[in-house]
Structures are given as C-alpha cells and as structure tokens.
C-alpha cells in the first residue's frame, strides 16, 4: 500500500481527485457575494456540475483532500467557510450537518441552507437522515447549487440525532441501510457521495465490527472513500462534548483499515490539532487528514499553513489585516440577508480564534462584546475593535509553523489489531 506522502500519493489518486499542485489561482479579492451560485464567478477550482442540465462536465481540477476541516453544528457555516476559504486555498470544506427532513421540508427556503459562495469550492454537503426517500429527495434538490461531494453522517452521537432523530452514529448498526442510503444519493447526482463515521457504538467496537460496516457500505454502493473519526460513540447519555473526549481514541483502527482495504481511501479525523499532527498522520499511511475545533480556535495559525506545509506551495505573504479587509466586504454584503439574520456578532463568530494567543486578544474580546450592542455593519465593528490589536500582529504575514515529530501515529501502527478476514455471513450479506 503506497503511504500517503509528498508525489507519491498524487499518482495513486482517482481521477475525481486529481489535480496539477503546480496550477493553483491565485484568490480573489473581487468577490461576489449575493446570489453566488446563480450569477457569481466561479472561482478556479470550481465544477460545472452536470447533474441535471444535460451539458458536458467539465474536468475538476482540485486539490487532493489530504486535509479538510470537518463538518461542524453551529461553526461551519458560511460566515466561517468564507474565512477559511481566505486563509487556505487548498482545504477541502465541509457544510455543518443538514438533515435531510430540513432540505425538503424547506424547498421555498433553499438558499438560507444551501446557497455558498463560489470561492468555497472544493465543498462537501454533509446530510443526514433515516429516511430514504427523503435522502433521494434532498440530494435532487442540492444538485443545482453544485457541491463537489455529498457526505452521510454516519457518525454525530448527539442526543437529538442519534437518539431521537435515529440517524448519525446509530446509523452505524444498520450497515445494510446505509449502503442502501449511499446508493440512493448516488443515483441522485453525479458527484462522489462519502461516509463519516465512528470506529464503533457502545458495546460494538470490536475491529472486526467496523470492517464489516466498512466492507458492507463499501462492497453494496459506490462508496470508496470513508472519514473515520477514531473514538467510538457512547450513547448511554453522555453529551456530543463528552463524546470528543471520553472515548479514547484508536488510531491503530484507523490504520488497520488502511492495511485492510487497499482499494479504499480513509480520512482520519479526531484529536489531531496542529499541521505537524496532520503531515505526521499523513507520512505513516492516512489518504487525507480531517481537523475540527481547532481549526475554529485557531484559524490563522492553522489554516495559515495548510497550503504550504501540506501541498507544497509558496508560503503566503497575506497577513491578518488583509484576511480582514476582504472578509469586511463579505460580511457587510451579507448582513440581514435574511431579515434581521445574520447579525454583526453572528458574522463575526468565526473570527474569535483569529487573534489566538496575539498581544491585545482578551482586550479586542472586551471591545467586541461592547460592539455586538451597536455596531450595525462589519466595517464599523473593526474600526471600533481593532485598535486593541498591534499593527505587528495585524501586519506581519504568518510565521513558520513549528516543527516537532508527533509520535502518537507511528505508535498506533505497533498496535494493529489482526488483519480483517470477510466472514461467511457477510459474503451472505453481500450476495
């Protein structure tokens, strides 16, 4: 199995994925913001998606998604998708969970759930739901704002979606459905269709559980690319916080798989932090690297660096002050386009990691809690709140990201369970 590091990785890639690192445009700072996926230019790495126009598609040139930020409740928005999208060219993007039940139930509303911007390409819809139909029908009507893959969640241990909504994690006891579920989609658009899950629920957590769900998805749909997020799920009551933390993870699960089946692509998601955590992840197998919350605590410093230290390119020169002035004409562009919603201080919610760490942060908190009383646009909100800020934090352009030698992921792979063997029942299973 060839390890997922520097050109080596590029040529093992399927056609959907490939891309020429060398060729990346440069970002705009001619954004169009209203009615982006209707009269908005598209940006360089954005699909002509063909679903159900009947025209030629047109070759997707995209970075591999050797890092992406995972789908998020209350955090991936659009506000903050826009953000990253300024920082990195090169992250690949994941809308928060949208239940299935929401799209259809709400086809007069569409664009408040589904609209983005052009620039946010390459972005994945994550969906969610139990019901079939309602899945086929929520994907139809996705097709026409053109994301670039669908995701199922097969993987949030919420109270409200694996308890009472009975999808997400709980999803992960039916296999069965959930390759029925993935072709469903898939027959419903013409762009890749991808699981995130758990390597396990409660008292099923066993490897060999998980490759079967793994080989059952994999073998019953066109499902070849898996986001593993390496805890398991209790759902015994405990909250989706505790879920992030309580369950330890498992990474040698993560790259057991890997061993297991070749001819898939894994993601591994969870507990991992910093970009020496993802190139560490990434030289010892893993396809592609998913980080959550602290790419939301931390945008600069992390999303700052992704596109040099994980694909290769020139490092850049942007600095914060620029970041701001162009996430300025988004957020002022977009405020009350839906009646009194989104407000200042839900624009400005992404940009409360932005200052992490940086001389005058508190004191810039302290004024722009002052503000959110107040201001009725962005560019008053920064002019009243910035000055907390030094011009040589607002100025300087990211510095080198330190360089340390995680050991978590090379330790893993000394505690690889026995390799998976398909049993009689689940060829059965799959006939």
């Known amino acids: 199995m060839m390890k997922a590091t520097g050109h080596s990785l590029f040529t093992s890639l399927t056609p959907i994925h490939r891309t020429i690192l060398t060729d990346h445009g440069k970002f705009s700072s001619k954004l169009m913001y ?13 699909r002509k998606c063909a679903c159900h126009t009947g025209s030629t598609t047109v070759a997707t040139r995209y970075p591999p998604p050797w890092f992406s930020v995972a789908p998020m409740m209350e955090y991936t928005d659009n506000h ?20 299935a039940e929401t799209i259809v139930h709400q086809t007069g509303n569409l664009d408040r759930f589904l609209e983005f911007g052009q620039e946010q390409h390459p972005i994945v819809l994550q969906i969610g739901g139990s019901n079939l139909e309602k899945l086929a029908k929520a994907t139809q009507l996705a097709n026409s704002y053109g994301y670039d893959e669908i995701n199922l969640n097969c993987g949030c241990p919420s109270p409200k979606v694996a308890g009472k909504g009975c999808f997400g ?70 909250s989706a916080k505790e879920n992030r933390t309580i ?21 591994i998601n969870g507990g991992i932090n910093t970009i020496d955590e993802v190139n560490a992840a990434r030289t010892e197998g893993a396809y592609g690297v998913m980080v959550g919350r602290a790419a939301c605590n931390n945008p600069w410093n992390l999303l700052g660096h992704v596109d040099s230290a994980v694909y290769g390119a020139s490092p850049s020169r942007q600095t914060r002050r620029e970041v701001l002035e162009k996430y300025q004409i988004y957020g002022d562009s977009v405020l009350g386009l839906y009646g009194p919603k989104p407000n200042v201080r839900e624009v400005i919610k992404p940009l409360l990691g932005f200052f992490h760490s940086e001389p005058g942060n508190g004191l810039w908190k302290r004024k722009a809690d002052a503000a959110f009383a107040h201001c009725t646009t962005i560019k008053s909100f920064f002019e009243e709140t910035l000055v907390a800020i030094p011009d040589s934090v607002l100025d300087s352009p990211i510095s080198e990201a330190p360089v340390c030698f995680p050991e978590a992921f090379a330790k893993s792979k000394n505690l690889l369970p026995p390799p998976y063997i398909v ?9």
Request: charged letters at 25%; aromatic letters at 12%; proline letters at 5%.
């Open 34 to 46: 209203r009615n982006f996926t209707k009269s908005g230019k598209p940006y360089n790495y954005h």
């Open 80 to 99: 903050f998708r826009t953000l990253a999208r300024i920082i990195s060219k090169h992250a690949w993007l994941y809308t928060e969970m949208i239940a």
């Open 247 to 267: 369950p330890p993870l498992k990474y040698e699960y993560y790259y057991a798989l890997v061993r297991d089946f070749p001819e898939l692509q894994f993601t």
């Open 423 to 431: 049993r009689e029942e689940e060829l059965l299973l799959c006939a």
């Open 169 to 238: 994690v709980r999803l992960m006891l039916d296999p069965k459905f959930v390759a029925n579920a993935m072709c469903v989609i898939s027959s419903n658009t013409n762009v890749p269709v991808t699981v995130k899950c758990r390597i396990g629920v409660d008292d099923r957590d066993s490897y060999n559980e998980l490759c079967d769900f793994i080989y059952n998805v994999s073998s019953k749909s066109p499902t070849k690319h898996f986001i593993i997020h390496s805890r398991k799920a209790l759902l015994n009551g405990i």
